[in-house]
């Protein structure tokens, strides 16, 4: 503690990031703190853009549907489906009924792998590895059966231009049934497991705030805009695939949104229930017919190449709105193509919701968005001018210190 | 916030011709039913002149504040188009709309207003426009890359298809590429094409 004027004084600068081995979409972030609580927040997405519009814009749109299946690992379909749908506009195919209901099944199935995969995330963040290891379990359910309807457990390769790969035989709706029954059995449990919890609750009720007008004014979407309060959702809002047909609401948390994360954990829980229940709609309606609106692969392609026009696809992703702008001009290639993913609209939301929280509370609330990162890898820490490096363990723990803090 | 009545996409489009005239370039709409209802779902796309674009999302928020998706864009040879993509009267079942409000540059004036004033949320897709077709947003709060390496040269602009695009030198054809020299050699040797060289080692199988 010397006098004199070398001290240093608060913010301290701490920056997280750029890379977590475990996760996608890696980012950087740039903390200035004052003791525990951030002052500011700065960060820079973009270290693995692959640029994937790019190469699309010099392939046909046969070879873009497989492109787009691997763009995000955990959305396997909603690329894909957004931009066979803007492609779809643009020809003027129409989708076989089936195909619409299929698709829908397994844009549902996926939301269920989705929002349980986060849920493991959000426990592990909070320390809760019991929980995190049930969440997980409970997953597998969804993945197999994705497996077992498209072959794949990620790069699902079910939508093509016109349709679907595959058809749901007699022989797999049974186990449909049973993988809806499983998660109706559940679903009471795991709501119970997270939010009768006294120690979630006080970790995440009115952390991580983000107010109805933050919400509307920043362009979030998707359960970060729910549990915020706003009323939007593209299944309800927009229709398309099967969900003209259906009763689908905004899940919007009962009793009136906080726009925190504990809203975000209620709402994301409640929707794994309204995919359960859309799936068995889906299956009830179930209409018979063609899968695909041609079969000869050189016919899609040869009526894509002559269209010409422009078009929007636009689906509901686990993490909020999905939307593919497609311009083709009767080229093979398309001449334009921009990829909007659902986290390219939630990552400006962190900024109001981490200023004024603690260090240790940084991983939840980063991981509440559901971003397609958890980037808590390594921290620089400097304090009284000595940098000192936290590594993601670190702040694991320092997370994890807090909840014990709080228990006692 | 004044808050107009729910509109049939027709109505949305009389307002903007009512009030921009011959400023309003194009106006139609796209509809597309899906499911065995088909239901409809409607796109708006207007093109306007380019010094409208904020008169023309001004209008917008007055009619209903909307959600901002993204700004795509269109290299059209001589000029460059963005479209402003964003939806409104979400919240009604089956009541949204897309609606696109495009705007064409020249491309020897590359310059535009931004918008974050009106829609804080259009930061992130301004400071993409910038890197990507190389297009001066004027009043930007933060014009910093976004998606862009730092070390990524200045003056080339992905989505052009001019000659500020990416050259064919900067493009390396991952499939062409063996695997790299300063690499440490792998664990398991590499098997020879042909089993006519030994070596010393005792690696044989």
């Not at chain 1, 009924?97 to 995330?121: F, K, N, P």
């Not at chain 1, 790069?155 to 093509?160: D, F, K, L, R």
């Not at chain 1, 979030?220 to 689908?248: E, F, K, W």
């Not at chain 2, 890197?131 to 200045?154: A, M």
Request: charged share 25%; glycine share 8%.
């Amino acid at each position: 503690m010397n006098d004199g004027k070398a001290k240093k004084t608060v913010p301290y600068t701490v920056p997280i990031g750029p890379v977590h081995p475990a996760l996608k979409e890696p980012v950087m972030f740039t903390f200035e703190m004052e003791g525990e609580v951030v002052k500011t927040v700065d960060f820079v997405p973009g270290q693995t853009h692959r640029g994937i519009e790019w190469m699309g814009m010099r392939r046909n749109p046969i070879q873009i549907v497989h492109l787009t299946d691997r763009i995000c690992g955990i959305c396997g379909i909603v690329h894909s489906l957004s931009f066979a749908r803007a492609v779809e506009k643009i020809a003027g195919i129409q989708v076989p009924e089936r195909a619409d209901y299929i698709r829908t099944i397994l844009h549902e199935l996926e939301r269920i792998q989705s929002h349980l995969l986060w849920a493991g995330v959000a426990a592990h963040e909070l320390g809760f590895d019991s929980l995190f290891y049930l969440a997980w379990r409970v997953r597998e359910q969804s993945m197999d059966l994705i497996e077992n309807l498209t072959g794949n457990r990620v790069n699902y390769a079910i939508v093509q231009i016109g349709g679907v790969r595959r058809d749901i035989s007699d022989d797999q709706r049974p186990l449909i049934e049973e993988g809806l029954a499983y998660y109706r059995g559940l679903l009471d449990q795991m709501a119970k497991v997270f939010l009768e919890d006294s120690t979630i609750r006080m970790r995440c009720r009115d952390h991580g705030l983000l107010s109805v007008d933050q919400a509307r004014l920043l362009c979030t979407i998707g359960p970060t805009a729910r549990a915020s309060g706003l009323n939007m959702d593209v299944r309800q809002d927009y229709p398309y695939c099967a969900y003209g047909d259906l009763d689908v609401k905004a899940t919007l948390p009962p009793g009136g949104a906080h726009g925190d994360v504990y809203d975000r954990i209620i709402v994301r829980l409640l929707e794994v229930g309204q995919s359960v229940d859309i799936i068995q709609q889906c299956l009830d309606n179930l209409p018979a017919g063609e899968i695909l609106w041609e079969q000869k692969m050189a016919k899609i392609l040869a009526t894509c190449k002559k269209a010409e026009g422009e078009a929007i696809g636009r689906v509901e992703a686990p993490r909020g709105e999905c939307m593919h702008y497609v311009r083709m001009d009767g080229n093979e290639a398309p001449a334009s193509w921009k990829v909007k993913a659902s986290s390219y609209s939630n990552l400006m939301s962190w900024i109001p919701m981490l200023e004024g929280e603690q260090l240790a509370d940084i991983p939840i609330i980063v991981a509440s968005i559901d971003p397609c990162l958890s980037c808590t890898d390594r921290v620089t820490v400097i304090r009284e001018g000595k940098p000192g490096t936290l590594t993601k363990d670190d702040l694991t723990r320092l997370s994890r210190e807090k909840t014990r803090r709080l228990l006692a | 916030m004044s808050e107009t009545p729910h509109l049939t996409p027709q109505q949305i489009i009389d307002l903007y011709s009512a009030e921009f005239g011959i400023g309003l370039k194009e106006a139609r709409i796209n509809e597309r039913g899906e499911g065995t209802q088909k239901r409809m779902s409607y796109d708006i796309w207007l093109r306007v002149d380019r010094n409208l674009l904020r008169p023309a999302i001004q209008k917008l928020i007055g009619i209903r504040f909307p959600h901002f998706a993204v700004i795509a864009g269109n290299d059209l040879g001589t000029e460059i188009e963005l479209l402003y993509i964003f939806s409104v009267f979400y919240g009604a079942k089956f009541g949204e709309y897309m609606v696109t409000i495009g705007i064409s540059l020249p491309k020897s004036d590359l310059s535009i207003p931004t918008i974050t004033d009106l829609i804080p949320g259009a930061l992130f897709s301004e400071r993409e426009k910038q890197e990507f077709f190389g297009i001066t947003v004027t009043g930007i709060p933060d014009g910093r890359r976004l998606f862009l390496p730092d070390d990524f040269p200045q003056g080339i602009y992905p989505w052009r298809k001019d000659e500020t695009g990416i050259p064919p030198e900067m493009v390396k054809d991952l499939w062409a590429i063996d695997r790299p020299a300063n690499r440490p050699a792998p664990p398991v040797p590499e098997k020879a094409p042909d089993a006519g060289e030994k070596t010393s080692e005792g690696e044989t199988s």
